[in-house]
């Protein structure tokens, strides 16, 4: 159980188009979705909390136009790369947070996109 | 803000021995939680070991333990019989307990890359 996919698992593409990555959960609701970048042999940065119905909250130094997330239902979350250009190459990982417990929510994580831009 | 170091970029060890992960993190909360993940080459999130701040048990998994000091705000992983399939690059993530806009954000260290020789 807890399973969470996204899709593509790899993406190529040219500069300037949009690329749209999605992350499901798949056995589970999900009310809150983290997006997060990953650059190769670093560390997870966090881009954005995403929540179901709302508008998802981005971290400093993270361009929301670039970036548009839209969680429309409790199992699916979107990150949209809007004007792609080769700066935005990274490893993007979503997780989802699981309502476990009344005291312990754990995040389960994607498999990850890897975006390419040419 | 809340910070994790994660001090060593690179450590090995040899198949069947013992070696330990350093942490350190940073905060003014007295209530949260601290895990390590392990991300092997296909990038995908593993969640290794969970530890409550408020437990002054030291939290096990199998071969996998923490040494959780919490005045000392340090948190290292200790893994036994080390396999090769521990290889893999492992993160230390804190994340706070309560509620408010900080509730799931996890603060994840810059990673140690672990290489086991057979």
């Known amino acids: 159980g807890a399973v969470v996919s996204q899709h593509p698992s790899w993406v190529i593409c040219k500069s300037g188009t949009s690329v749209k990555i999605e992350c499901r959960s798949l056995d589970f609701q999900a009310t809150t979705m983290f997006w997060y970048r990953q650059f190769p042999k670093q560390s997870l940065m966090l881009m954005a909390t995403s929540n179901e119905g709302s508008k998802a909250t981005y971290e400093q130094g993270v361009e929301k136009d670039k970036f548009l997330i839209n969680h429309a239902s409790l199992t699916l979350s979107t990150l949209t790369v809007t004007s792609a250009h080769p700066e935005d190459s990274s490893f993007y990982i979503c997780s989802a947070r699981a309502v476990l417990s009344y005291s312990y929510n754990e995040q389960f994580f994607g498999p990850g996109t890897r975006l390419t831009v040419l | 803000a809340q910070t994790v170091t994660q001090s060593q970029p690179e450590m090995s060890v040899q198949e069947a021995e013992t070696v330990t992960l350093s942490c350190t993190y940073d905060t003014s909360e007295s209530d949260y939680y601290l895990f390590w993940y392990k991300q092997p080459p296909s990038r995908q999130m593993i969640l290794v070991i969970r530890?409550?701040?408020?437990?002054?048990q030291n939290a096990t998994e199998n071969r996998f333990s923490v040494n959780f000091q919490k005045a000392a705000k340090s948190f290292s992983l200790k893994i036994s019989d080390s396999q090769l399939g521990d290889a893999a690059m492992y993160f230390c993530a804190y994340r706070i307990r309560a509620g408010g806009t900080s509730y799931g954000k996890l603060t994840f260290g810059q990673g140690t890359i672990l290489t086991v020789h057979p």
């Open positions: 530890q409550e701040a408020y437990k002054q």
